[in-house]
């Protein structure tokens, strides 16, 4: 059973750089997509970004210039950058699998609060 | 920016039908996705390729797509199903979701 772990600093004080790591176990992170997306308190979701094993990337362009996504094949791991954060970044972070020719999310995280505050 | 419109809120008594609908420009062009979420747990994916249920998932849910709309249909609505809806599709490579119903059984 694929699963996903998303870890990282809980607390991030603004405009510092926001990173997280989602370490995918029982599965292998080749051949597929893999995607951030992330959800304020109360709020909705919102697609951050994706890439692929190979390195390719796209990113929302809300926020495309603020964030980075990076893999390690050999770890079996996503990573996330987000710099200059304010208070609107507070949210929880999703990494998911996306799967198919249509990129549907099958596979989740369970997600970690990340909260911007001094 | 591409935008999916979904109602805040539907209301359905058990064992009724809710249907839950998604608009956008064109949506029918483009492959849906829907996901469920519980409070405090992840999104759970219900439908895929508009139409499609992944395993393990009841019958009673379905979907469709056409026009500007695409709809998720739960039949025999149970109260486990009381949750918030997601409905997700691609434009131009950049992913957009929906803005999200609350489904309450009441």
């Known amino acids: 059973q694929v699963q996903l772990q998303e870890s990282g600093p809980g607390l991030v004080k603004p405009s510092e750089t926001l990173s997280l790591t989602c370490t995918v176990s029982g599965g292998s992170i080749s051949g597929y997509f893999w995607s951030w997306i992330r959800q304020p308190p109360g709020k909705g979701l919102e697609w951050i970004a994706y890439m692929s094993d190979s390195g390719s990337t796209n990113y929302n362009p809300s926020l495309k210039s603020r964030v980075t996504l990076s893999v390690d094949t050999s770890k079996n791991q996503v990573s996330l950058k987000m710099t200059s954060v304010t208070a609107a970044d507070t949210a929880v972070y999703y990494c998911?699998?996306?799967?198919?020719?249509?990129?549907?999310?099958?596979?989740w995280g369970q997600g970690t609060l990340v909260t911007v505050s001094s | 920016s591409y935008e999916l419109s979904q109602p805040p809120s539907v209301s359905v008594s058990p064992g009724q039908t809710a249907s839950i609908t998604c608009s956008g420009d064109k949506l029918g062009d483009k492959y849906v996705s829907w996901y469920q979420q519980k409070p405090g747990q992840s999104p759970v994916l219900v439908i895929y390729q508009d139409t499609k249920r992944p395993s393990g998932i009841p019958e009673r849910f379905s979907g469709s797509n056409s026009g500007n709309t695409a709809t998720l249909t739960i039949s025999g609505t149970q109260g486990m199903d009381e949750a918030d809806y997601n409905c997700q599709a691609w434009d131009n490579s950049i992913g957009v979701f929906g803005t999200g119903t609350k489904v309450t059984v009441l």
């Open positions: 998911a699998r996306a799967v198919g020719n249509t990129y549907y999310f099958d596979y």
